[in-house]
């Protein structure tokens, strides 16, 4: 989907039509970064914005490696240091 019209309701609200929250998987209360670009409102699903950095992270992690399990296994070092 290209491009939609639609409109800004009298509390201020922009109206997200149906065909583009279900493209972008929006759901009733999903988070959502707004960012003004060139003139341009950009939206940008935290779900999507979550997928970029983990690929952004990926191409410098060795496969097999969890960053998750190693800052678990710190957090847990550095409580019983007290």
């Known amino acids: 989907m290209n491009e939609v019209m639609t409109h800004i309701d009298s509390s ?8 583009i929250r279900k493209e972008l998987g929006l759901t009733p209360g999903a988070a959502v970064t707004l960012r ?5 409102l950009r939206v940008l699903a935290r779900s999507e914005a979550v997928r970029r950095a983990q690929e952004r992270v990926r191409k410098y992690v060795q496969p097999g490696r969890s960053l998750a399990d190693e800052l678990i296994a710190e957090r847990r070092a ?3 240091r007290g």
């Open 36 to 40: 003004v670009s060139d003139g341009e």
């Open 12 to 19: 201020g609200r922009l109206v997200v039509p149906a065909a």
């Open 78 to 80: 550095e409580w019983k």
